[in-house]
Protein backbone atom coordinates (compact mmCIF):
# COMPACT_ATOMS: atom_id res chain seq x y z
CA UNK A 1 0.00 0.00 0.00
CA UNK A 2 2.52 2.98 -0.84
CA UNK A 3 1.52 6.20 -2.09
CA UNK A 4 4.44 7.70 -4.36
CA UNK A 5 5.09 11.12 -5.82
CA UNK A 6 3.85 9.99 -8.85
CA UNK A 7 0.39 8.83 -7.57
CA UNK A 8 0.47 12.23 -5.75
CA UNK A 9 1.62 14.02 -8.94
CA UNK A 10 -1.42 12.22 -10.96
CA UNK A 11 -3.96 13.44 -8.16
CA UNK A 12 -2.94 16.88 -9.16
CA UNK A 13 -3.91 16.74 -12.39
CA UNK A 14 -6.86 14.99 -11.12
CA UNK A 15 -7.58 17.94 -8.85
CA UNK A 16 -7.55 20.31 -12.24
CA UNK A 17 -9.65 17.92 -14.18
CA UNK A 18 -12.32 18.08 -11.34
CA UNK A 19 -11.95 22.02 -11.22
CA UNK A 20 -12.29 22.52 -14.60
CA UNK A 21 -15.45 20.58 -14.56
CA UNK A 22 -17.23 23.25 -12.01
CA UNK A 23 -15.89 22.24 -8.45
CA UNK A 24 -14.34 25.19 -6.16
CA UNK A 25 -14.78 24.23 -2.76
CA UNK A 26 -11.15 24.58 -1.16
CA UNK A 27 -11.86 21.54 1.28
CA UNK A 28 -13.27 19.01 -0.97
CA UNK A 29 -10.19 19.58 -3.61
CA UNK A 30 -7.87 19.30 -0.60
CA UNK A 31 -9.41 15.80 0.62
CA UNK A 32 -8.65 15.09 -3.39
CA UNK A 33 -5.61 16.11 -3.90
CA UNK A 34 -4.46 14.09 -0.14
CA UNK A 35 -6.72 10.49 -0.30
CA UNK A 36 -4.73 7.67 -2.42
CA UNK A 37 -7.63 6.68 -4.11
CA UNK A 38 -5.32 3.96 -6.17
CA UNK A 39 -5.55 2.49 -2.46
CA UNK A 40 -9.13 2.09 -2.71
CA UNK A 41 -9.17 0.09 -5.94
CA UNK A 42 -7.61 -3.40 -7.06
CA UNK A 43 -4.19 -2.99 -7.53
CA UNK A 44 -3.89 -4.34 -10.66
CA UNK A 45 -5.82 -1.47 -11.96
CA UNK A 46 -3.68 1.45 -10.19
CA UNK A 47 -3.36 2.71 -13.85
CA UNK A 48 -7.61 3.98 -13.61
CA UNK A 49 -7.15 5.54 -10.28
CA UNK A 50 -6.82 9.29 -11.19
CA UNK A 51 -8.84 9.56 -13.94
CA UNK A 52 -12.23 10.91 -13.76
CA UNK A 53 -13.99 7.94 -14.01
CA UNK A 54 -16.06 5.18 -11.89
CA UNK A 55 -14.40 1.78 -11.78
CA UNK A 56 -15.55 -1.52 -10.64
CA UNK A 57 -14.73 -2.88 -6.89
CA UNK A 58 -16.37 -5.50 -5.62
CA UNK A 59 -19.61 -7.09 -5.55
CA UNK A 60 -20.25 -6.06 -9.10
CA UNK A 61 -20.58 -2.25 -7.61
CA UNK A 62 -18.50 1.30 -8.28
CA UNK A 63 -16.14 3.42 -6.96
CA UNK A 64 -18.06 6.61 -7.89
CA UNK A 65 -16.54 9.39 -10.39
CA UNK A 66 -14.18 11.81 -8.66
CA UNK A 67 -16.15 14.71 -10.08
CA UNK A 68 -19.33 12.77 -9.13
CA UNK A 69 -18.00 12.71 -5.36
CA UNK A 70 -16.54 16.42 -5.33
CA UNK A 71 -19.62 17.47 -6.78
CA UNK A 72 -22.06 15.94 -4.20
CA UNK A 73 -19.79 16.84 -1.42
CA UNK A 74 -19.43 20.43 -2.63
CA UNK A 75 -23.36 20.60 -2.08
CA UNK A 76 -23.44 19.17 1.13
CA UNK A 77 -21.32 22.15 2.20
CA UNK A 78 -20.03 20.20 5.16
CA UNK A 79 -18.59 21.97 8.28
CA UNK A 80 -16.63 20.42 10.97
CA UNK A 81 -17.90 17.91 13.46
CA UNK A 82 -20.99 17.80 11.46
CA UNK A 83 -22.93 14.48 11.35
CA UNK A 84 -23.27 13.07 8.09
CA UNK A 85 -25.07 9.74 7.20
CA UNK A 86 -23.89 8.31 3.70
CA UNK A 87 -25.26 5.63 1.83
CA UNK A 88 -23.67 2.89 0.00
CA UNK A 89 -20.12 3.01 1.82
CA UNK A 90 -18.88 0.78 -1.38
CA UNK A 91 -14.69 1.12 -1.02
CA UNK A 92 -15.00 3.69 1.27
CA UNK A 93 -13.44 6.52 -0.70
CA UNK A 94 -16.44 8.94 -0.20
CA UNK A 95 -16.33 8.55 3.32
CA UNK A 96 -12.72 9.26 3.17
CA UNK A 97 -13.43 12.68 1.48
CA UNK A 98 -16.25 13.15 4.60
CA UNK A 99 -13.67 12.37 7.17
CA UNK A 100 -11.11 14.43 5.80
CA UNK A 101 -13.52 17.49 5.64
CA UNK A 102 -14.12 16.89 9.73
CA UNK A 103 -17.36 15.61 9.58
CA UNK A 104 -18.59 12.55 12.27
CA UNK A 105 -19.45 10.16 9.63
CA UNK A 106 -21.92 7.74 9.65
CA UNK A 107 -22.24 5.17 6.56
CA UNK A 108 -24.70 1.91 5.15
CA UNK A 109 -23.62 -0.51 2.61
CA UNK A 110 -26.00 -3.46 2.37
CA UNK A 111 -23.23 -5.55 0.67
CA UNK A 112 -20.96 -7.74 2.97
CA UNK A 113 -18.61 -8.64 1.35
CA UNK A 114 -17.82 -4.87 0.53
CA UNK A 115 -18.95 -3.50 4.01
CA UNK A 116 -16.59 -6.11 6.19
CA UNK A 117 -13.82 -5.32 3.46
CA UNK A 118 -13.79 -1.26 3.65
CA UNK A 119 -14.31 -1.79 6.91
CA UNK A 120 -10.76 -3.06 7.63
CA UNK A 121 -9.28 -0.80 4.73
CA UNK A 122 -10.17 2.47 6.30
CA UNK A 123 -8.52 1.65 9.77
CA UNK A 124 -5.73 0.38 8.30
CA UNK A 125 -5.41 3.36 6.16
CA UNK A 126 -6.06 5.69 9.17
CA UNK A 127 -9.77 6.88 8.54
CA UNK A 128 -11.98 6.46 11.49
CA UNK A 129 -15.93 7.17 10.85
CA UNK A 130 -18.10 7.11 13.30
CA UNK A 131 -20.29 4.65 12.65
CA UNK A 132 -20.30 1.85 9.58
CA UNK A 133 -23.44 0.13 9.31
CA UNK A 134 -24.49 -3.26 7.11
CA UNK A 135 -28.42 -2.71 6.80
CA UNK A 136 -30.57 -0.97 4.30
CA UNK A 137 -30.24 2.22 3.40
CA UNK A 138 -33.74 3.01 2.81
CA UNK A 139 -34.27 2.90 6.31
CA UNK A 140 -31.55 5.35 7.50
CA UNK A 141 -30.27 5.14 10.42
CA UNK A 142 -32.98 5.95 13.50
CA UNK A 143 -31.62 5.44 16.11
CA UNK A 144 -28.05 7.89 15.27
CA UNK A 145 -30.70 10.78 13.74
CA UNK A 146 -31.16 13.47 13.13
CA UNK A 147 -28.32 14.09 10.85
CA UNK A 148 -27.15 17.36 9.55
CA UNK A 149 -26.12 16.20 6.05
CA UNK A 150 -27.19 12.82 3.73
CA UNK A 151 -25.76 11.82 1.08
CA UNK A 152 -26.87 8.78 -1.28
CA UNK A 153 -24.13 7.48 -3.69
CA UNK A 154 -25.99 4.96 -5.51
CA UNK A 155 -29.51 5.81 -7.76
CA UNK A 156 -32.44 5.82 -5.65
CA UNK A 157 -35.55 4.97 -7.73
CA UNK A 158 -37.52 7.61 -5.27
CA UNK A 159 -36.75 9.20 -2.17
CA UNK A 160 -37.15 7.28 1.11
CA UNK A 161 -39.22 9.34 3.61
CA UNK A 162 -37.05 7.54 6.57
CA UNK A 163 -33.74 9.73 5.24
CA UNK A 164 -35.95 12.87 4.68
CA UNK A 165 -37.10 12.40 8.54
CA UNK A 166 -33.98 11.82 9.80
CA UNK A 167 -32.72 15.29 8.53
CA UNK A 168 -32.02 18.14 11.23
CA UNK A 169 -34.16 20.81 9.95
CA UNK A 170 -31.74 23.65 8.01
CA UNK A 171 -30.15 20.26 7.30
CA UNK A 172 -29.44 18.81 3.65
CA UNK A 173 -29.96 15.96 1.80
CA UNK A 174 -27.93 14.99 -1.66
CA UNK A 175 -29.25 12.13 -3.76
CA UNK A 176 -29.81 11.08 -7.01
CA UNK A 177 -33.04 10.53 -8.25
CA UNK A 178 -34.35 8.19 -11.04
CA UNK A 179 -33.82 5.19 -12.85
CA UNK A 180 -31.09 5.71 -15.47
CA UNK A 181 -29.59 8.33 -15.78
CA UNK A 182 -30.33 9.92 -12.31
CA UNK A 183 -31.13 13.72 -11.36
CA UNK A 184 -29.01 14.88 -9.00
CA UNK A 185 -31.34 16.54 -6.43
CA UNK A 186 -30.76 18.45 -3.32
CA UNK A 187 -33.30 19.11 -0.57
CA UNK A 188 -33.20 21.60 1.94
CA UNK A 189 -35.38 20.85 5.34
CA UNK A 190 -36.94 24.49 6.10
CA UNK A 191 -39.18 23.53 8.89
CA UNK A 192 -40.34 20.09 10.07
CA UNK A 193 -43.31 19.70 7.06
CA UNK A 194 -41.08 21.81 4.59
CA UNK A 195 -37.98 21.25 2.45
CA UNK A 196 -37.08 23.02 -1.04
CA UNK A 197 -35.96 20.99 -3.59
CA UNK A 198 -33.11 21.74 -6.13
CA UNK A 199 -32.07 19.60 -9.52
CA UNK A 200 -28.22 19.20 -10.51
CA UNK A 201 -28.34 17.63 -14.29
CA UNK A 202 -27.58 13.91 -15.30
CA UNK A 203 -25.67 11.22 -13.43
CA UNK A 204 -25.44 7.53 -13.56
CA UNK A 205 -25.00 5.30 -10.59
CA UNK A 206 -25.59 2.03 -10.07
CA UNK A 207 -29.34 0.93 -8.69
CA UNK A 208 -29.84 1.49 -4.44
CA UNK A 209 -30.92 -2.06 -4.44
CA UNK A 210 -34.38 -3.25 -1.99
CA UNK A 211 -32.97 -6.55 -0.71
CA UNK A 212 -30.73 -7.45 0.99
CA UNK A 213 -28.51 -10.54 -0.19
N1 LIG B 1 -19.65 5.85 -1.96
C1 LIG B 1 -19.15 4.72 -2.72
C2 LIG B 1 -20.01 4.47 -3.94
C3 LIG B 1 -20.25 3.01 -4.12
S1 LIG B 1 -21.46 2.58 -5.35
C4 LIG B 1 -17.69 4.91 -3.09
O1 LIG B 1 -17.18 6.04 -2.95
O2 LIG B 1 -17.04 3.95 -3.48
C5 LIG B 1 -22.95 2.50 -4.39
C6 LIG B 1 -22.92 1.59 -3.18
O3 LIG B 1 -24.24 1.59 -2.63
C7 LIG B 1 -22.59 0.13 -3.48
O4 LIG B 1 -21.53 -0.27 -2.67
C8 LIG B 1 -23.88 -0.62 -3.13
O5 LIG B 1 -23.67 -1.92 -2.62
C9 LIG B 1 -24.51 0.30 -2.11
N2 LIG B 1 -25.96 0.14 -1.95
C10 LIG B 1 -26.89 -0.16 -2.89
N3 LIG B 1 -28.12 -0.21 -2.35
C11 LIG B 1 -27.96 0.07 -1.01
C12 LIG B 1 -28.88 0.15 0.09
N4 LIG B 1 -30.18 -0.07 -0.05
N5 LIG B 1 -28.37 0.46 1.31
C13 LIG B 1 -27.04 0.67 1.49
N6 LIG B 1 -26.13 0.60 0.48
C14 LIG B 1 -26.58 0.30 -0.76
Do not use: W
Not at 45 to 53: I, S
Not at 134 to 159: M, Q, R
Amino acid sequence: MKDTFRHQGKRKQLVEIVKAKGVSDEGVLAAIAKIPRHLFMDSSFEDHAYQDKAFPIAAEQTISQPFTVAFQSELLQVQPGEKILEIGTGSGYQTAVLCELGAKVYSIERQQELYVKTKRFLTQIGYRPKYLNFGDGYKGLPTYAPFDKIIVTAGAPFVPNPLLAQLKVGGRLVIPVGDDPQIMTLFIRKSAKEFEKKEFGEFRFVPMLEDKN
